[in-house]
């Protein structure tokens, strides 16, 4: 009978920990300063957060924007995952590595992208310096609340934002997680050439070259179902004439093929494939990015990239003669700042953070995919730092994920972070 009660008391002890946490979170976030929440509808306990933010850390005194963020609540004992997104975030989703180490998460919109825009857009505020300092604001904010293991993530662009908050503040996070994470050591990063001349087989690139050959060379058939298309979907090509986006779309197909893990199989080839090719250019959908709702919508990112981040551009040697409405004098670059602003690259910023994380970038784990285009600009893996390299094989910008690891990558993976962050993962 004795037995029976302890139990119960243990029971009914546990029930009333988890209920008073879920209630306690909301008086926690009560008295942050600066921050408002709202329950959001979820299978967890999640939060839609808005977190006021210097527009200039340096110099509150230039005013305040707010940063949407997400809060999901696990528990107080459990680690949390801080999501260094690089571009607007459109909903919540738990990452992997949250539910890896059933942990609490946290999901930053980046500065002036989205919902996270001041009234007034001022560029000169958009930069790393400031955005990882919106991140340390947030981790800061956070401190007293979780006061376990932090672990910082991001994929893509925000995966490159890990590194540079990783860079700016190394004692905020104790682990980081960067996936499919370009980061680039100039303006116009020509390593990407070199992965496109030399990825997949040389009778897959000849195929891709080919096709876009025929596209250039029949332009005049095409741009007029391109203008019907465009009309349909509701897009404008004023930043960009109708001419120019086409032109820039067919330069912009093996970095798109390879990122995204097309097959080669899906290339027309051979005579008589006008419509084949009219067809596959329209479903794989290179011209989307260069309207002037995705130019807009992307704006920040662009700016960025032509300022310190670095970007790609676009080797035309092969297809000079079949250019007609954009600049063949160098190599284009797929950069289009907000009002075609002039700016200018400093690349200081690049330099000295691939000297630190050569030397410094410990606790790292880097994930790219092999057939992936920006994996052309990976960290470069070396023995120097304690940190884990995956590039996964026959996977690309979409699919190398921990999920799509092999039981060794897996494994190896666990162990690191097992060791980083002094717990036992649950395999």
Not at 346 to 366: A, Q, R, S, V, Y
Not at 368 to 386: F, H, L, R
Request: contains cysteine.
């Amino acid at each position: 009978m004795h037995k029976k009660i302890t139990s119960l008391v243990l029971i009914l002890w546990t029930l009333f920990q988890l209920n008073s946490q879920n209630l306690n979170i909301e008086d926690q976030l009560k008295n942050l300063p600066g921050v408002t929440f709202e329950k959001v509808t979820s299978s967890k306990t999640t939060y839609e957060l808005k977190i006021k933010q210097p527009i200039d850390h340096s110099d509150p005194k230039k005013g305040f924007f707010h940063q949407k963020v997400y809060l999901t609540h696990t528990d107080f004992t459990h680690p949390t995952v801080i999501v260094t997104q690089g571009y607007q975030l459109r909903k919540n989703r738990e990452q992997e590595v949250t539910k890896l180490l059933n942990a609490n998460q946290i999901n930053v919109e980046h500065r002036f992208f989205g919902d996270s825009k001041p009234d007034s857009l001022n560029y000169k505020y958009l930069n790393l310096k400031q955005a990882t300092a919106d991140l340390h604001h947030i981790r800061t904010l956070f401190d007293k609340i979780y006061a376990k293991k932090w672990i910082s993530t991001g994929i893509s662009k925000g995966g490159s934002t890990t590194i540079f908050y990783k860079y700016f503040y190394p004692n905020d996070v104790d682990a980081s997680i960067s996936y499919v994470a370009p980061l680039t050591n100039s303006f116009e990063d020509k390593r990407i050439y070199d992965f496109l001349n030399s990825v997949g087989t040389k009778e897959c690139r000849e195929k891709i070259k080919n096709y876009q050959t025929r596209l250039l060379k029949n332009k005049a058939q095409i741009i007029p179902i391109l203008e019907s298309y465009a009309s349909q979907a509701n897009w404008k090509f004023t930043y960009l004439s109708v001419e120019e986006a086409f032109e820039y779309s067919v330069l912009e197909y093996p970095f798109a093929f390879w990122q995204w893990g097309h097959s080669c199989d899906e290339i027309p080839s051979g005579k008589d494939t006008f419509k084949k090719d009219v067809i596959h250019y329209f479903t794989t959908d290179p011209i989307s990015l260069f309207n002037d709702k995705s130019i807009k919508k992307y704006g920040s990112h662009y700016y960025q990239a032509a300022t310190e981040m670095g970007y790609y551009g676009y080797e035309i040697k092969d297809f000079k003669d079949l250019l007609v409405s954009i600049p063949t004098d160098q190599n284009p670059h797929a950069t289009f700042v907000p009002n075609k602003m002039k700016v200018d690259f400093d690349g200081t910023l690049l330099k000295k953070l691939h000297h630190w994380i050569e030397n410094e970038g410990n606790n790292f784990i880097f994930i790219y995919g092999e057939n992936d285009t920006w994996t052309s600009c990976a960290v470069p893996e070396n023995d120097k730092i304690d940190a884990e390299w995956f590039v996964m094989k026959d996977k690309h910008h979409g699919n190398a994920r921990i999920k799509n690891m092999s039981k060794n990558e897996y494994q190896r993976l666990c162990s690191a972070l097992e060791r980083w962050l002094e717990l036992k993962i649950e395999k």
